[in-house]
């Protein structure tokens, strides 16, 4: 019978509390994201760390999900540009 391995609970904000992504860079779902939801999420990631009340951990998971925001970001943007010069 193999043993059941728990799964690691998602980190949280120490400050906050809120859910903080995972620094194995898993951020997959950021393809799905519109442009506008995209560039919400990584304003708000940067005011987090601005603030800085966000431990390490907590800083370099938050980095990695806005360093993928902003790649999703200038490729719709790229995109757009790309549209409007055929």
């Known amino acids: 019978m ?3 391995t728990p799964q690691p609970e998602p980190a949280q904000d120490r400050t906050s509390g809120a859910e ?20 919400d999420e990584l ?15 907590d800083s370099m998971g938050l980095w990695q999900r806005g360093e993928a925001l902003a790649a999703h970001c200038a ?3 790229d995109e ?4 409007l010069s055929e």
């Open 2 to 4: 193999a043993k059941e």
């Open 20 to 39: 903080v992504p995972s620094t194995d860079g898993t951020n997959a779902d950021v393809a799905d994201l519109s442009y506008e939801a995209a560039r």
């Open 43 to 57: 304003v708000d990631i940067v005011a987090r760390l601005e603030n800085g009340q966000v431990g390490l951990e």
């Open 75 to 77: 490729q719709w943007l």
């Open 80 to 83: 757009a540009e790309a549209r």
